[in-house]
């Protein structure tokens, strides 16, 4: 069983916090600096949604040049190997991995060079998937655990009200103990109607 961070709705309160954390950590090293979870909401309450690094990955059985594999109990994307196919978001079943690409240091937006005819302009914003923009390459993006941090994935250290944790296999192992054990000392009450039910239907 691979490692995750889940979220904790009742302690969510949609600050973008970990957004904002995760992007700056990426940037920092040298990564792409969309954030690898976002916030979402409905009239109740509010979770980040991210990468649940699946022990059965798809995105990394779809991926044609071995960019996405599983290290450390975690799945990771090596984004120098993306070519931008983008095979991975469709077939990660949670939306959990996304586009961004960051153009070259030295070349300014909209830049137009005697060369080579002027590009068009960026059509409007649809999603990660369709959008483009011209001279900028797509790199698959999602959440890596920040395994390049000895203090851990940055979101969780970030997180306000610490509805952010990070899941391990020893947590999975007490979870399922626990979920045993209260299942055999539940008291299902009185079984008679039940059975006399069944008698009469057979």
């Known amino acids: 069983m691979n490692r995750f961070v889940i979220a904790d709705p009742a302690l969510c309160i949609g600050c973008h916090t970990c957004e904002a954390a995760c992007a700056e950590t990426h940037r920092t090293h040298g990564l ?18 991210q990468c649940h690094h699946c022990e059965d990955a798809p995105c990394a059985g779809v991926c044609p040049v071995n960019a996405i594999n599983r290290v450390d109990g ?33 070349i300014p937006a909209n830049v137009n060079s005697p ?7 960026a059509p409007a914003r649809v999603s990660t998937l369709l959008d483009w923009v011209p001279g900028v390459r797509a790199i698959a993006v999602k959440c890596d655990l920040c395994h390049f941090d000895e203090q851990g994935p940055a979101c ?10 990070l899941v391990n ?7 399922s103990r626990r ?11 009185d079984l008679s109607l039940f059975t006399q039910l069944n ?4």
């Open 74 to 106: 975690a799945v990771q994307l090596n984004e120098s190997l993306c070519v931008s196919c983008k095979l991975c978001a469709i077939a990660c079943p949670f939306g959990a991995i996304e586009f961004a690409g960051s153009r070259p240091l030295d």
């Open 115 to 121: 060369l080579a005819p002027a590009a068009p302009p």
């Open 156 to 165: 969780v250290r970030m997180c306000p009200t610490r509805a952010l944790h």
């Open 32 to 49: 792409q600096s969309m954030p690898r979870l976002h916030v979402m909401r409905n009239e109740h309450e509010s979770a980040p949604q």
């Open 179 to 189: 979920k045993r054990e209260q299942t055999l000392n539940t008291d299902y009450g």
């Open 199 to 202: 008698r009469s239907a057979k």
């Open 169 to 175: 296999n020893l947590d999975i192992a007490r979870a």
